[in-house]
């Protein structure tokens, strides 16, 4: 068995406990979609005939983050769960024949929804699987059903102070500005971003932080994620466009958030009630990663969203 192939059963086996009979009923398949240049893997269960929910996972994770929800989800809806080019186990091109921009990582997701035909779904996003997830929904704002949005950000007062070396970037980048975020993708940084705003760190399974920590190890990936780190700064001058797709079309939108995400604070999940009034805010006694910690809490809450607001 290669290491992939073990990864992704240890992945479902996971899945197996979480899921009891339904996931034995709906089994996680694992799946590969060529989309251009790019091989994207991903994570599908359920009925293709039920109701869709896209999960974009975000910045340092990939599709297994949902290991947990997916079962939980399959026994009603069509779940699936793509990995983003330079995560996971999606193969993408080398940075010289691949632009590692968040338009570049949404026209091929765009691209595989559209491979597999997925003309309407409820949208859940993470971190950077946000900015990927708001382009989706303002090319094509009819397909979104509904969001949700774990600490995926949409608002400047989201921006949390971890973002001050980033910004500098933004402002100047220079090589000097680069090199002083070479800590930022490298596995002792991952860790920590899955233990800060943790009360106790022995809840959260070393699974997520060892398997991204061995895929941003990857030769040329340090330098991908800075490239992405850098680039972010257009989903920052996007956001207006994303709130007028927010306030034009009224998704329902429930937040479930770490309210101690260093990076994306509370009051980026309370601007949604500017424009979706309606939105369902829910904090959580947790970091960035949420569901490694709160699966239990924030699963039954999303179940009971998405089962209220798809007909």
């Given amino acids: 068995m290669t290491t992939t192939q073990s990864i992704a059963a ?3 086996g996971v899945a197996l406990l979480a899921g009891g009979a339904h996931a034995a009923d709906n089994p996680v398949h694992y799946r590969y979609e060529q989309v251009g240049d790019v091989k994207v893997f991903y994570r599908e269960a359920g009925n293709p005939q039920a109701p869709t ?3 974009l996972h975000g910045f340092a994770a990939s599709s297994f983050m949902f290991r947990d929800l997916i079962p939980a989800l399959a026994d009603r809806y069509h779940v699936i769960a793509p990995d983003l080019p330079a995560f996971g186990f999606t193969e993408a091109p080398a940075r010289s024949e691949y632009a590692y921009t968040f338009s570049q990582l949404a026209k091929t997701i765009g691209q595989f929804t559209e491979q597999l035909k997925l003309d309407k779904y409820a949208l859940m996003v993470h971190d950077y699987g946000a900015p990927v997830g708001w382009r989706l ?3 094509h704002p009819t397909r979104v059903t509904a969001i949700i949005s774990q600490n995926g950000n949409a608002y400047e007062e989201g921006l949390g102070d971890g ?3 980033i910004q500098r970037y933004w402002n100047e980048p220079s090589q000097k500005n680069r090199e002083a975020l070479s800590d930022f993708p490298t596995p002792a940084s991952i860790k920590w971003q899955y233990l ?4 106790d760190p022995t809840t959260v399974s070393p699974d997520g932080y060892t398997l991204e920590g061995l895929q941003i190890s990857r030769p040329g990936n340090a330098d991908i994620q800075l490239d992405l780190v850098l680039d972010y700064a257009n989903n920052v001058a996007m956001y207006p466009q994303y709130q007028e797709f927010f306030r034009k ?4 939108l429930l937040a479930v958030w770490g309210k101690n995400d260093p990076f994306f604070l509370p009051a980026g999940a309370e601007a949604w009630k500017r424009d979706i009034p309606g939105a ?3 904090f959580y006694d947790t970091g960035h990663f949420a569901l490694e910690t709160h699966a239990k809490e924030i699963i039954p809450v999303i179940r009971e969203f998405l089962d209220k607001s798809i007909r």
């Fill in 10 to 12: 240890a992945g479902l």
């Fill in 53 to 55: 929910v896209l999960l």
């Fill in 137 to 139: 929904a303002v090319e």
């Fill in 163 to 165: 973002w001050a070396p």
């Fill in 196 to 199: 800060e705003g943790v009360s």
């Fill in 249 to 252: 079309y009224q998704p329902p």
């Fill in 280 to 282: 369902d805010i829910r």
